[in-house]
């Protein structure tokens, strides 16, 4: 008796987790190799197609405005953020989430569900996880200062937290009876 990938569902969706996942992350890490000026720089896509740098646009000004709106004075630079008598952040390339993204898109596509599911769990979840880094973004600007004593890494504290929440989210996705009849609820 001979049992192919595609017959078990369980170990096809880990081949397809880790592929997808791979093809995102490392796909994001190439592209930004190639958009930042270096050896292997490309005009043409830094000036027509950087998504990282228009994502990085996105949640500077966005947390910029937010700031605003709650009475704070705040200024973005071409990759910082800085509050009048608080602090000043630079976004750097680890800071946008595309690693969480990655692992997040990877595991909605290649979960065995029905197309619409997946689709308005992925938009919502991308979205939502965006959200929790204009949020820490937010807060960073008003009490992060910098020191070299610190113990407590924000990237890991924020990681921590970004995947427990994701972890709890898919567990509920994957056990929703209206998108799953088979969930175990």
């Known amino acids: 008796m001979q049992i192919g990938i595609k017959n078990n569902v369980a170990l096809w969706f880990g081949v397809k987790f880790a592929a997808l996942f791979l093809l995102f992350y490392y796909s994001n890490i190439l592209f930004f190799g190639l958009t930042s000026p270096g050896n292997n720089y490309n005009a043409f896509l830094d000036h027509h197609f950087n998504y990282i740098n228009w994502l990085r646009y996105a949640l500077l000004h966005i947390s910029s405005t937010l700031l605003n709106w709650l009475g704070f004075t705040s200024i973005v630079g071409n990759n910082q953020l800085l ?100 969930a175990a609820n």
């Not at 769990?121 to 991308?126: D, E, I």
């Open 83 to 182: 509050v009048a008598g608080h602090g000043i952040i630079e976004l750097i390339y680890t800071c946008l989430g595309l690693g969480v993204m990655s692992f997040f898109a990877a595991f909605v596509i290649a979960y065995p569900k029905k197309i619409k599911p997946k689709l308005v769990f992925l938009v919502c979840g991308l979205v939502s996880i965006q959200i929790l880094n204009i949020i820490r973004l937010m807060l960073l600007a008003l009490y992060w200062t910098k020191s070299r004593n610190r113990i407590v890494d924000h990237h890991l504290i924020f990681d921590v937290l970004i995947y427990i929440i994701i972890i709890v989210a898919l567990y509920k996705w994957i056990n929703n009876k209206a998108t799953n009849p088979n």
